[in-house]
C-alpha cells in the first residue's frame, strides 16, 4: 500500500536550515508529483510547495519564496524539502502528499507528519 515517512524535523534557531526528506513507497513514485503542507497550531493545512513529476519546485505559499524548494530523486522514490533562512512563523508540523489515481477517481495520502520549531 502507499506509504509516506517524513523526517528530518527539528529545533532550529531563527535564519537557520533544515531538510525534511519524505520516502515513499507502494505506488510508481515517477508518475506522480508530490507536495509539501504544514499545519501551525491552530491552523488549517496549507500548501506550501509542490514538486512535479520532472521536478520542478513551484511554490503555493508566499511567505516561503525564496527560502524553500522542493526536489525529488526518482531512484530513490524519495523528495524533499529544503528550508533556509527559517522564521518562527514557519514553526509547524510538515506533511508530504500524494495524489494517486484508483480506478476511476483518487486518493489523497499523506505521510504521519514531522515536527519542525523554530525558536532561539
Known amino acids: 500500500q502507499v506509504q509516506l515517512v517524513e523526517s528530518g524535523g527539528g529545533l532550529v534557531q531563527p535564519g537557520g536550515s533544515l531538510r525534511l526528506s519524505c520516502e515513499a513507497s507502494g505506488f510508481t513514485f515517477s508518475n506522480y508529483g508530490m507536495s509539501w503542507y504544514r499545519q501551525a497550531p491552530g491552523n488549517e493545512r496549507e500548501l506550501v510547495v509542490g514538486i512535479t513529476r520532472a521536478g520542478h519546485s513551484i511554490i503555493y505559499a508566499n511567505s516561503v519564496a525564496g527560502r524553500f524548494t522542493g526536489t525529488r530523486n526518482n531512484a530513490k522514490n524519495l523528495v524533499s524539502l529544503q528550508m533556509n533562512s527559517l522564521k518562527p512563523e514557519d514553526t509547524a508540523v510538515y506533511y508530504c502528499?500524494?495524489?494517486?489515481?484508483?480506478?476511476?477517481?483518487?486518493?489523497?495520502?499523506w505521510g504521519q507528519g514531522t515536527q519542525v520549531a523554530i525558536s532561539s
Open positions: 502528499k500524494v495524489t494517486v489515481a484508483v480506478g476511476e477517481g483518487a486518493t489523497d495520502y
